[in-house]
């Protein structure tokens, strides 16, 4: 496939897409709501979660009845994250593998996330070699996912359309971010069931994944094709495991 029939670019969400964070992110609940003498979030208070951004857990955990200031609430869960990244950090199957390939051919990469500047940072720090071009994380834009803020500001730093660009996401509001901005949408479930209409490709997997099927994703985005799954779709994702991937 000719180099002008792939993405312009890629741009990624960051936990539960590229890295498996959802304990971390438990943990630091747990530890922040006991803390507070409060009890563990229900099921349905932890899927409410999925996809939030900091300042918008902070709100629900200071509603929950947590004792400080939004500020805190976020050093508290980021503290605790980025421990746990830097003593291990397991990334999810397929992710580093598209992403090379993707450096290799030439087409860049963002990292597009709600997680913090600092989070951002502990992650890609792990890396052997630079892989993003680009990262706009969730204390540096005025709106977090699901407004489109993140991704726009993504395309235009990297200097491309966002209707050529193809963004992943594990999260119903991150994809809402990415539609909302005009991206070619993958959805990749991760404790979250992502149904067909949900993204314009939803798979269990990033493995095997080909420059060429991206590229083809761009072609059924710009002519409104409709949203498919592939063979093993979200069905393998329970929302019981839920995680607040912010």
């Not at 409060?38 to 300042?55: F, K, N, R």
């Not at 990262?135 to 050529?164: F, M, S, T």
């Not at 314009?200 to 094709?225: D, N, P, Y």
Request: aromatic fraction near 4%.
């Amino acid at each position: 496939m000719a180099l002008s029939n792939l993405p312009a670019a890629v741009l990624w969400d960051m936990d539960g897409t590229i890295v498996d964070t959802e304990q971390y992110w438990q943990t630091a609940q747990l530890n922040l709501l006991s803390d507070h003498g409060l009890p563990p979030l229900t099921e349905e208070q932890e899927l409410g979660m999925v996809g939030s951004s900091m300042a918008d857990a902070s709100e629900f955990f200071a509603s929950l009845g947590v004792r400080l200031e939004p500020g805190e609430i976020v050093d508290h869960m980021n503290s605790t994250v980025m421990a746990s990244i830097l003593r291990e950090l397991d990334w999810r199957p397929g992710a580093l593998e598209l992403l090379a390939t993707l450096h290799d051919a030439g087409i860049p990469n963002a990292l597009v996330t709600n997680s913090t500047r600092v989070l951002a940072d502990a992650v890609i720090s792990t890396l052997d070699r630079p892989l993003f071009s680009v990262v706009i994380a969730g204390d540096e834009v005025e709106h977090g996912k699901p407004h489109p803020e993140p991704y726009l500001l993504a395309a235009e730093q990297l200097g491309v359309a966002p209707d050529r660009c193809v963004a992943v996401e594990d999260s119903r509001r991150g994809l809402e971010a990415a539609r909302a901005a005009g991206c070619a949408t993958i959805g990749v479930p991760h404790g979250q069931t992502l149904e067909a209409h949900h993204a314009h490709l939803v798979t269990t997997t990033l493995e095997g994944l080909t420059l060429e099927a991206l590229g083809e994703l761009i072609e059924q985005a710009s002519h409104g094709e409709p949203e498919r799954q592939n063979e093993a779709t979200a069905s393998g994702a329970a929302d019981s495991e839920s995680e607040a991937q912010l």
